[in-house]
Each structure stands twice: as C-alpha cells, then as structure tokens.
C-alpha cells in the first residue's frame, strides 16, 4: 500500500504563519493498493489530489467518514470529478446522493446537486456490518465511530497489509467497544484523530488527544500509529508537542503532515 496524506487538519484551513511545517489543508488521504485508487475523506486536501500521478485511475473510490463541512469541501476542486473518463464511486453513510445534493446548492454553494460533475458517479451506503471487496482481493470494511451526528471509521485489507483510517473520534467514549479494538487489531498503519492536546479534552466535541491515540495503538499491537485532524489553531511546535507526547507511550508514532507519504 501507498499512502499520502494531502490533508491533516482540522475544521478549516486556517493559516496564521505559525504551520509551515505541518500545512493547513482539511482531511483527505489517499491510498493506492492492489491497482485500486482509494480517498479517504474531500477536505481541502484533494484539491492538490491531480498532482499524484501515481494515484490517477479511470476508476476510483472515495469513501467519506462523515459530511461535516471540512470533510467534504473539496469535492468541487477535485478535478477528477470532471473528467468524463472517469468513475468515481462514492461511499458513506446514510443517502450519500441526497445528502450531498443538500450540501452542493444555493445558498452554500453556486452550482446545484452532483449531476454538475462529469465523472460517472456511482452512489454507495455504507454498511458497518459488511466486507466491501473490490479488484485484486482488497477489502474494505468500516465501524462507526463516536463523533456529533456520526463518524465512520475505515479498514483497509490486502495481501496481509491493513490500514486504519478512524478520523473524528472521541475515543474516550470507545473504552469498551471491543469491535473497535478488533478493528483496528494489528493494523501496520493506524491514523487517528489527535484535535486535543493532552489536559486539553472538552468532552462532547467528538475528538482525542496524542496520549488516548497511543494508548489504543498499544492495545491493538498496530505497526505505525499516525496522528491525524489538529486542531486549525495549533502551531508547528504544538503539533511536535503532540508526537511527543504519543512518543512516550508508543514509540512508532509520527504526527502526519500535508503531503506524507509512507509505504506498508
């Protein structure tokens, strides 16, 4: 599997000259595995998505985790959704088709519903309870995930490799979900949402901290734990603190930046 992060931030693409190092772009990752193209979330990050040549396909799929604002503001800036060449199957929870039809009009926004895109697009709900399994024995699966309104999480399976995708969560509310441990169970890479500093938790806001993450990465024995979605107000140096702080409980731990690349 290779895997770039084009987005690691969160709520906005805030930049107040303090995150050089890390960037601002919103959620997004992309993943290519078994000749398959996967995006994990339409932040702002995929915008910058056509300059992974490595990554272009006639056929991809992107799977959103939820459609909270910086998780679908890209969609519109993604060119590959305006390339008639190309499929894109899109997969979330709910009515993926209607939500998203809500989300691209007036007022928020100056074009009407997904009919606007050229790429063939192909409508997909999510079923936690089932193996999605696309070309070449690659399996996709998700878990729903503590978060306001509703996150997925997602797990990607190939050739004795798995990637761990569990943005927008609040794993405090997690502490005995023994599904989510199996999930996330021997992952080689496990991102995770980090939006807190340590001490810093507000409870109900749906996200974690570095100490929490590398708490569940040494339970679950992953490989490689990523810490993933600051919070849009944190520096560089605050960001650093972060993998510090998940340094010392797990030692394989680093904080992802716009445009990390990492090979499993």
Known sequence: MNITFLGTNGSCSFNNDSRKKYGTNTSCTVVKVGGETLIFDAGTGICGFH?????????????????????????????????????????????????????????????????????????????????????NGVTIRAHALSHPGGSLGYRVDYNGKSFCYCNDVELENHKTDKKLSAFIKNADLLVLDSAFADGCLIPGW??????????????????QLGLCHYSFNMSDDDIDALENSAHKIFANTFAAADGTYIAI
């Open 206 to 223: 749906g996200h974690s901290t570095p100490s929490e993450c590398a708490e569940w990465a040494t339970q679950a024995s992953v490989k």
């Open 51 to 135: 300059n992974l040549a490595e990554y272009q396909s006639n056929n991809m799929h992107l799977f959103l985790s939820h459609y909270h604002i910086d998780h679908v503001e890209g969609l519109l800036f993604c060119s590959a959704l305006f390339d008639s060449s190309v499929t894109f199957n899109i997969y979330g929870g709910g009515d993926v088709r209607d939500i998203l039809s809500k989300i691209i009009a007036p007022p928020l926004s100056p074009v009407i519903g997904s009919d606007v895109f050229l790429a063939k697009i192909n409508f997909h709900t999510v079923k936690t309870d089932t193996a999605l399994k696309l070309s």
